[in-house]
């Protein structure tokens, strides 16, 4: 039977992605293993390959489509010993719900259709790089891949249990849709988006509404596009369609700033010593060969040196260092801390892993490498999801203070604000000093304001005395 390749879900929150290139064309043979298609997230580009064998009999979304949706059929191979043209006519055949596929060369936003997966006959999976043994562990009967299965939360269908992905599973909770009551259109039965959908539609599959329980409050809705255009003078503007990424940006920071109850405590640092231990250990640097001739092998920036001390002040105020969940408080035994890095239509936050534990210049060395990665779109997700705090530093910018959203899973932020000189007062005399002003946005469900205040203080120590971050 022809296998079916679908589109991937390449990060726990991936809805659809772009089609970028595909290395192979009809007629190729190919392995597992081999890597055969570019596919862009909302973050990334990654390639990807297959785990299945064959010959490619149908490439049903073409390189440069856009708003390719997870799980939606992009490609069939023929298998041994099957013709390529049955194999490339039970793709033309293949019927479900259809995933909008928008080529970038399309003018004016016309749209290709590309059929999803059907929910019969043996499913091919792309693969991202680095996945291969986790996903060939997979038993032959396990929800494929694609917008990611999961099985039923405990309760859920006792006698059966109710496959669905975690997009379907989320949509269903927020309409109140008891997802055991949706059928799946899925492989093996698995209830996806477009299942939900069609419950919600009908009006049908309400979960039961507990005893006495209060009516929700009703959502506040945006304004819509052409109540919005209707203000401002026809030809007086252009309008930039939103890419995955803003539109992920979008979304994650709504849910950050209305499901997490945010504080803000600020405070001053003096850097002047910092500073001058920045400028000792840069002037120490060994020197290297390049193609453009000799180069430090290291040059510490400030920012730097505020990842390595928010890194040991978790470290040092350990119940800070902390994740928020609905039934635990997660303890990290790292100090992972993420640097929001500006890229060309957003921006994205790298993880430095177990920062405590690395030199200044360790660390000064990988965020220049995660950062020219980001700006190219290749990082990969495991260099950007979790971690247990952040920093966003807009100083280079001569902002003086700001505050910054949180960025789940995290509970606290660190926004940095510039050096600059400025009087401050000793036993009773106005002196100079290089002042630093940081804010430190805090989850109040994970962090309190005390331990919050203690945080930051220790933070303080560090910066106020470089030194310590050297032994």
Same mark, same amino acid.
């Given at each position: 039977?022809?296998?079916?390749?679908?589109?991937?879900?390449?990060?726990?929150?991936?809805?659809?992605?772009?089609?970028a290139?595909?290395?192979?064309?009809?007629?190729?043979?190919?392995?597992?293993g081999?890597?055969?298609?570019?596919?862009?997230?909302?973050?990334?580009?990654?390639?990807?390959?297959?785990?299945?064998?064959?010959?490619?009999?149908?490439?049903?979304?073409?390189?440069?489509?856009?708003?390719?949706?997870?799980?939606?059929?992009?490609?069939?191979?023929?298998?041994?010993?099957?013709?390529?043209?049955?194999?490339?006519?039970?793709?033309?055949?293949?019927?479900?719900? +259809? $995933?909008?596929?928008?080529?970038?060369? @399309?003018?004016? *936003?016309? /749209? #290709?259709? &590309? !059929? %999803?997966?059907?929910?019969?006959?043996?499913?091919?999976?792309?693969?991202?790089?680095?996945?291969?043994n986790?996903?060939?562990?997979?038993?032959?009967?396990?929800?494929?891949?694609?917008?990611?299965?999961?099985?039923?939360?405990?309760?859920?269908?006792?006698?059966?249990?109710?496959?669905?992905s975690?997009?379907?599973?989320?949509?269903?909770?927020?309409?109140?849709?008891?997802?055991t009551?949706?059928?799946?259109?899925?492989?093996?039965?698995?209830?996806? +988006? $477009?299942?939900?959908?069609?419950?919600? @539609?009908?009006? *049908?599959? /309400? #979960?039961? &509404? !507990? %005893?006495?329980?209060?009516?929700?409050?009703?959502?506040?809705?945006?304004?819509?596009?052409?109540?919005?255009?209707?203000?401002?003078?026809?030809?007086?503007?252009?309008?930039?369609?939103?890419?995955?990424?803003?539109?992920?940006?979008?979304r994650?920071?709504?849910?950050?700033?209305?499901?997490?109850?945010?504080?803000?405590?600020?405070?001053?640092?003096?850097?002047?010593?910092?500073?001058?231990?920045?400028?000792?250990?840069?002037?120490?640097?060994?020197? +290297?060969?390049?193609?453009?001739?000799?180069?430090?092998?290291?040059?510490?920036?400030?920012?730097?040196?505020?990842?390595?001390?928010?890194?040991?002040?978790?470290?040092?105020?350990?119940?800070?260092?902390?994740?928020?969940?609905?039934?635990?408080?997660?303890?990290?035994h790292?100090?992972?801390?993420g640097?929001?890095?500006?890229?060309?239509?957003?921006?994205?936050?790298?993880?430095?892993?177990?920062?405590?534990?690395?030199?200044?210049?360790?660390?000064?060395?990988?965020?220049?490498?995660?950062?020219?990665?980001?700006?190219?779109r290749?990082?990969?997700?495991?260099?950007?999801?979790?971690?247990?705090?952040?920093?966003?530093?807009?100083?280079m910018?001569?902002?003086?203070?700001?505050?910054?959203?949180?960025?789940?899973?995290?509970?606290?932020?660190?926004?940095?604000?510039?050096?600059?000189?400025?009087?401050?007062?000793?036993?009773?005399?106005?002196?100079?000093?290089?002042?630093?002003?940081?804010?430190?946005?805090?989850?109040?469900?994970?962090?309190?304001?005390?331990?919050?205040?203690?945080?930051?203080?220790?933070?303080?120590?560090?910066?106020?005395?470089?030194m310590?971050?050297?032994?």
């Open positions: 039977m022809p296998i079916n390749i679908t589109m991937p879900a390449l990060s726990p929150t991936m809805e659809e992605g772009n089609l290139k595909w290395l192979v064309k009809e007629g190729d043979h190919v392995a597992p081999d890597v055969i298609a570019e596919i862009e997230t909302d973050k990334a580009t990654m390639e990807v390959e297959a785990i299945d064998e064959g010959t490619v009999a149908k490439i049903v979304v073409p390189a440069g489509a856009e708003g390719v949706k997870v799980n939606a059929l992009i490609a069939v191979l023929a298998g041994e010993g099957e013709d390529v043209k049955d194999a490339a006519k039970a793709a033309a055949d293949a019927g479900g719900a +259809k $995933a909008e596929a928008k080529p970038t060369t @399309a003018a004016k *936003g016309t /749209k #290709a259709d &590309a !059929a %999803a997966a059907p929910s019969s006959g043996p499913s091919g999976h792309l693969l991202p790089i680095g996945e291969k986790e996903a060939a562990a997979q038993a032959p009967s396990s929800p494929q891949r694609g917008e990611g299965g999961s099985r039923s939360e405990p309760g859920e269908g006792t006698a059966s249990r109710t496959f669905a975690p997009l379907a599973r989320r949509i269903a909770k927020d309409a109140g849709v008891a997802i009551a949706v059928n799946g259109s899925g492989p093996h039965g698995r209830v996806v +988006k $477009a299942d939900v959908e069609a419950a919600i @539609a009908s009006g *049908g599959a /309400k #979960a039961p &509404a !507990a %005893a006495g329980a209060p009516a929700p409050a009703p959502a506040v809705k945006p304004m819509a596009d052409d109540a919005v255009l209707k203000l401002f003078e026809e030809g007086s503007y252009d309008l930039v369609p939103h890419d995955n990424m803003r539109k992920t940006i979008a994650r920071l709504v849910e950050a700033k209305t499901t997490i109850p945010h504080f803000y405590l600020t405070l001053d640092c003096e850097i002047d010593a910092l500073l001058a231990l920045r400028t000792e250990i840069n002037a120490a640097a060994p020197m +290297k060969k390049t193609e453009k001739g000799e180069s430090p092998v290291y040059k510490l920036s400030v920012n730097d040196m505020v990842i390595k001390a928010l890194a040991m002040a978790l470290m040092a105020v350990p119940d800070a260092n902390v994740s928020w969940t609905e039934a635990n408080m997660v303890k990290h790292n100090a992972d801390v640097v929001a890095v500006s890229i060309p239509g957003g921006l994205i936050t790298p993880v430095i892993r177990k920062a405590e534990q690395k030199t200044l210049s360790a660390i000064s060395n990988e965020m220049k490498d995660l950062a020219a990665r980001a700006r190219n290749k990082l990969k997700p495991e260099e950007y999801q979790g971690g247990s705090s952040a920093v966003s530093n807009l100083g910018f001569g902002v003086k203070d700001f505050a910054a959203v949180i960025n789940p899973p995290h509970a606290t932020i660190l926004a940095v604000g510039a050096g600059e000189e400025r009087p401050v007062v000793r036993k009773g005399e106005i002196k100079v000093a290089t002042i630093m002003s940081v804010t430190l946005s805090t989850d109040h469900r994970a962090v309190d304001g005390a331990l919050g205040a203690e945080l930051l203080a220790a933070f303080r120590k560090y910066i106020e005395n470089p310590s971050m050297l032994v």
